[in-house]
């Protein structure tokens, strides 16, 4: 159901959705800084953390009340997020279920609503994987190489994938493959189709995975696809159309990971305040000089206007009005603004910051990931310049 665009609320967009925030909080408290640590030493996915999640029904918050979710809007979800990062958690563990599950939902046949939704909403299913990377085609995503091959009533998938998150802690999997070529269609983004795949039959049976070890605990995997058979019913939308179908949710994803790093920023400048004004230094508190003070006022303010943008994008998602770009605006921000907030944070904490018992260092790592990924910033400037502006196309 659509939820009216509220443009310009006077309540500040942390004090949006304060019960869930709330409950949120009381759950991450469970899970304080040893284990984030814990995990990110080990390289281990915070299973426990993901569970308690979604238990207690976070993760199906987007997911229609008649198929088991709580039907609640995107802002929500951001308030979620937002507060897992706020509290020094990583909600990257898991985020992928709330947007993957939007390209379901508003693509896929009724057949596979009912299917899978209920399922996922009570956590018998998880869809924690979203494939669209390559190797071969980077940013360009109408250069992805991976094809579906139609073979009476199954597909057959060949290629390889990249980067793609979670697939070692997911059962399914959206995959965007090509089903005819860059060549043949109007446009590069036609011929283009998305799959839900099992993994769970999928696993050696033409699918495997091979970790990808990263900077920071993500559970990056890299996939190669060899004549992995799959039904023809694993086909959401319509083909050729795939690009269309994941758009929607790469709009989610991008607002979402915004929110994040919005709690990123918070996180980082609750930190950084209270250090500089209880570490003492010259027989003061280091606070007390505007060379510390300064900065940490000014990345608060970078995360407040960044917050603003975080909601107003999810508010015309939420709306069902275009929000390409206000998303790829908000996820700029956000991202810009953890960033300066987790550089603020280190400075400020001097030779501290680089001790990982204090969490500034993992934190710091995880955040800078969101300049990058789930697209980076330069593209994100290249279609505000072209789209927003007018200006010439460079490609
Ligand atoms: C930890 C992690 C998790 C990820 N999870 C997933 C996932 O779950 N699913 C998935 O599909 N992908 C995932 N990705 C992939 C991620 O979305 C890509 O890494 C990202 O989109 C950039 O693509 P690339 O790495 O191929 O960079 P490239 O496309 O090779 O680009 C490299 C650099 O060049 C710049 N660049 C390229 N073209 C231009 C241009 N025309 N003008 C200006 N600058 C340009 C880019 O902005 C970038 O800074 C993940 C990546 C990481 C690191």
């Known amino acids: 159901m659509a939820v009216p665009v509220q443009r310009g609320s006077a309540m500040p967009p942390e004090h949006e959705f304060t019960d869930i925030r709330a409950a949120v909080a009381a759950l991450c408290a469970e899970f304080g800084g040893s284990y984030w640590r814990d995990c990110d030493r080990d390289k281990s996915y915070p299973t426990a953390f993901v569970q308690a999640l979604s238990d207690a029904g976070f993760l199906a918050v987007l997911i229609p009340e008649e198929f088991g979710g709580s039907g609640l809007p995107l802002g929500a979800a951001c308030a979620i997020l937002e507060e897992i990062h706020r509290s ?9 279920q709330m947007y993957t599950m939007g390209t379901l939902l508003r693509h896929g046949s009724d057949a596979q609503i009912a299917e899978y939704l209920p399922q996922i909403a009570r956590g018998d299913l998880r869809l924690q994987a979203f494939a669209v990377t390559e190797p071969d085609s980077g940013t360009d995503t109408s250069r992805i190489r991976t094809t579906a091959r139609r073979d009476g009533d199954s597909y057959v998938v060949n290629g390889r ?3 793609i998150s979670r697939t070692e802690h997911s059962d399914l999997m959206v995959l965007l493959a090509r089903t005819s070529t860059r060549e043949s269609g109007k446009r590069h983004t036609d011929g283009m189709s998305v ?4 993994m769970r039959q999928a696993l050696g049976n033409g699918l495997t995975i091979k970790p990808i070890d990263t900077m920071m605990n993500h559970a990056s995997t890299e996939l190669c696809f060899d004549d992995l058979r799959i039904p023809a019913s694993s086909l959401i939308g319509a083909e050729g159309q795939g690009f269309r179908c994941i758009m929607d949710g790469m709009n989610a994803e991008r607002i979402l990971i915004a929110a994040e790093c919005i709690g990123d920023a918070r996180w980082f400048v609750e930190k950084a305040s209270s250090y500089a004004s209880e570490r003492r230094v010259f027989d003061r508190p280091i606070g007390e000089n505007q060379g510390i003070q300064f900065p940490i006022a000014r ?10 943008m975080v909601r107003e994008a999810a508010a015309l998602y939420d709306a069902g009005k275009p929000a390409g770009s206000e998303a790829n605006m908000a996820k700029l921000l956000a991202s810009e603004a953890s960033w300066q907030a987790g550089d603020t944070c280190i400075q400020t904490f001097g030779g501290y910051g680089f001790a990982v018992e204090y969490d500034v260092e993992r934190k710091f790592r995880e955040t800078r990931l969101y300049q990058v990924a789930p697209i980076s910033t330069n593209l994100i400037l290249s279609h505000i310049a072209t789209r927003e502006l007018d200006m010439p196309r460079s490609f």
């Open 299 to 308: 990345a608060h303010i970078a995360t407040q206007a960044a917050a603003l």
């Open 88 to 96: 020094g958690g990583n909600g990257a563990a898991c985020h992928a």
């Open 161 to 163: 994938k990249v980067f």
């Open 195 to 198: 799959f839900l795949i099992d």
